[in-house]
């Protein structure tokens, strides 16, 4: 029995020494790849921070628009330093989702869905009420960079982003915050009558889940240098939740192992980028039918189909 914690030990530093040799081991294009999947896990995360509370985000990748484009801003026309700009972007992304949250807080399942998705698509709408400042819907070009042009820093930056931001939302999900999000979620009614304050977890666990979106939008900004609504569209917040019940809304893992699967194995397949949606709505349907607890549980179902063979 004391073999499974140090296997899961050993597979877990595997995979970490892996990641970070990974510069050493392929080229710019898939150092590109990798980065980009640390940026869309950290996303998927963050949405499950707030779908843990009892709300599905149809709107999530708004808040990493407003992270992007108030860092690329103030960098831009302010002239003050990236490091600065990006926690600023997850701060103002976090002030955003708090303004929302209190009037969100009142709305369950698909209302609240409804309502984050016209919140989103009004989002990425209103960058052309100042076209002077974002560019309007061409885009914001000129953004300062965090590094030169090189892949390498980026790709650890990144990684090391994903695994901060990991690491506080693990702690906050398995801490008695996370535990009364949970309790939110599935009995509001009698949390309410044991004194929890409902709709201010709501309100807290939308402004945790847009700070870590914002915090990786304004990453995105400065990484790439150019920003554009389309980035933010409906299209990456429903890819979003795509990733999350792929891999396993259940799990703290399911959504980095979801994203993981789900956006890098059309590009490494080679050739196969254009075929991106239909794999990915095949993988969910498969999902759905066959392994309804996501990918993460899959190890866990073979496992006992073994044994059962075995007996």
């Not at 985000?57 to 992007?68: D, E, K, N, Q, V």
């Not at 939110?184 to 309100?203: K, L």
Request: charged letters at 10%.
């Amino acid at each position: 029995m004391a073999a499974k914690p140090q296997i899961k030990t050993w597979s877990v530093a595997a995979l970490l020494a892996l990641l970070l040799a990974g510069p050493l081991l392929v080229g710019n294009y898939y150092q590109h790849l990798a980065l980009l999947t640390f940026i869309y896990i950290i996303l998927t995360s963050s949405l499950r921070t707030i779908y843990i509370s009892g709300q599905l985000s149809l709107g999530h990748a708004s808040f990493m628009a407003i992270g992007a484009y108030v860092s690329a801003i103030l960098a831009k026309n302010l002239a003050m330093s990236p490091w600065l700009c990006i926690p600023l972007g997850g701060l103002a992304a976090a002030l955003v989702g708090a303004g929302i949250g209190f009037p969100f807080s009142r709305l369950r399942a698909i209302y609240f869905s409804m309502a984050s998705l016209f919140f989103g698509i009004m989002v990425t709408s209103s960058v052309g009420l100042a076209p002077k400042l974002t560019g309007s819907y061409t885009g914001l070009f000129g953004i300062p960079k965090l590094f030169g042009y090189s892949k390498a820093p980026y790709y650890y930056f990144f990684l090391l982003l994903m695994l901060a931001c990991l690491w506080v939302m693990h702690r906050v999900e398995c801490s008695r915050l996370g535990l009364t999000f949970k309790c939110v979620a599935q009995a509001h009614r009698a949390a309410s009558s044991r004194g929890v304050n409902e709709a201010g977890m709501r309100i807290l666990a939308i402004c945790l889940g847009s700070f870590f979106a914002g915090v990786a939008g304004a990453g995105y900004a400065h990484y790439a240098g150019f920003v554009a609504p389309d980035t933010f569209g409906v299209m990456p917040s429903i890819l979003l939740i795509v990733y999350l019940l792929a891999g396993g809304k259940s799990s703290f893992a399911g959504p980095i192992v979801g994203t993981a699967i789900l956006y890098l194995i059309p590009y490494v397949m080679g050739g196969f980028e254009g075929y991106a949606p239909f794999f990915q709505a095949a993988a969910l349907i498969a999902v759905v039918f066959f392994i309804p607890q996501g990918m993460i549980s899959l190890p866990g179902q073979v496992r006992t189909w073994l044994r059962e063979r075995g007996q």
